[in-house]
């Protein structure tokens, strides 16, 4: 079955016995996202968001109301579900969705749900390794004309789908304090570089792409097999100190200035929820060259791309003291990516490198063409030259400490139960 193919459990006449998700931002019946959880600061579970519940797959699982899935369920990670199958997938939501729709089910499952409130999330799987790629444009263009005024977008940029190898070991779930990283910066006009608490932190609003079932070193995966490659998303924060990128990005492209910290949100969102908001990859402008054969699919053009809008929120920390609402900054549409999220998995993959189901790719900086779609501090000040005004009256280049950023995102087509993605924060503590 094709990955944008729709079904009952898409339905939007569906509805579950779980009060709290009926017109919930995330988690409706229609969403079904996994994650991990724990409650008590007890043992790490599996589980799925339903309404403001969590349902323990592994109780479930314990409880024979899951045959058949019992390993994937009773584990400590996703990585056993996210390297299902998609037709596997599909069959596992099915039955989750049965279970918490049909009332027949109430009786034996609702005993089996958590309030989400008193748990704890963590990160969902054991994340191998992440790649986080460069695909929007408009970030590219913007952070390209800061950099190089004369040269925005380098010559491999429409041929290319551009990445650098990050670090999982500094992944964090969100909610986790990112802390304000020291190193080497290099003021304009100075001969020499210091090293110091980083003036420009900033953040990055990106979807993570979580991979399925991996494939061997030296095999490739083609294009019109990546989406079976691709079990999910999560939202990504990718911080970023722009005063060590600056001097440091080259010849080899970020290294400190982003591996200190990144933060996901703890659910994955399958790539099974997300068929109903599959739209075509909007097409390429006048004049830019075609994808070359590796990249081109034409199922892939007209179903890759996601309806998806990602929102940016801050919040000082006197303005959490005033009781305060966050601002949200950008709200940008994940159409705005130059390369499908299937591109950029078969372009990963067409040396031979070998991924593996719990890898997380990172899609690059998603901006819109305005400035309220900017995903970054950077573009939305203007490299630091014109401050935000704060609702406190507070100005803002980059980000201070005690500043909040939490992302957030929605699924949306017409027919159908918007999906969100749960919530993407963290508070940025001093350095040491
Ligand atoms: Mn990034």
Known sequence: MAYWTTDETHDPARTSWVESAQGHRDFPVQNLPYGVFSQNAGNRRVGVAI?????????????????????????????????????DRRKLRHRISALLSDPGHR??????????????????????????????????????????????LLPNYKYVPVGYHGRASSIRVSGVPVVRPRGQCKMPDAAEPIVAPTGRLDYEVELG?????????????????AADHIAGFCLLNDWSARDFQTWEYQPLGPFLAKNFHSTISPWVVTS???????????PRPEGDPQPLAY????????????????????????????????????RAAASN???????VLAHHASNGCNLSSGDLLGTGTISAPVKDGYGSLLELTNGGKEPI??????????LEDGDEVSLRAVAAAPGFVPIGFGECRAVVMPSP
């Open 51 to 87: 309404g403001e519940m969590i349902l323990d797959l592994s109780a479930c699982a314990q409880d024979q109301l899951l045959s058949g899935w019992e390993s994937m369920c009773l584990g400590n990670d996703v990585n056993e579900l996210l390297a299902l199958g998609g037709g």
């Open 209 to 225: 792409v979580w991979i399925g079932p991996g494939n061997a070193l030296g095999t490739n995966i083609p294009i019109g097999e």
């Open 337 to 343: 990516m130059y390369w499908t999220v299937n591109q």
């Open 389 to 398: 005004i704060m609702p406190s009256g507070e100005s803002r280049t980059f």
């Open 107 to 152: 009786g034996q499952v609702e005993k089996h749900l958590v309030p989400a409130s008193k748990c704890a999330m963590h990160l969902p799987a054991r994340i191998g390794d992440y790649t986080d790629f460069y695909v929007g444009i408009h970030h590219a263009a913007n952070v390209g004309k800061l950099f190089r005024p004369d040269n925005p």
């Open 272 to 282: 099974e929820a997300l068929a109903p908001f599959r739209i075509a990859q909007p």
């Open 295 to 330: 990249l081109a699919d034409n199922d892939d053009q007209a179903h890759g791309a996601l309806a998806i809008t990602l929102e940016a929120a801050l919040s000082t920390a006197s303005m959490r003291e005033a009781g305060m609402e966050a601002v949200r900054l950008s």
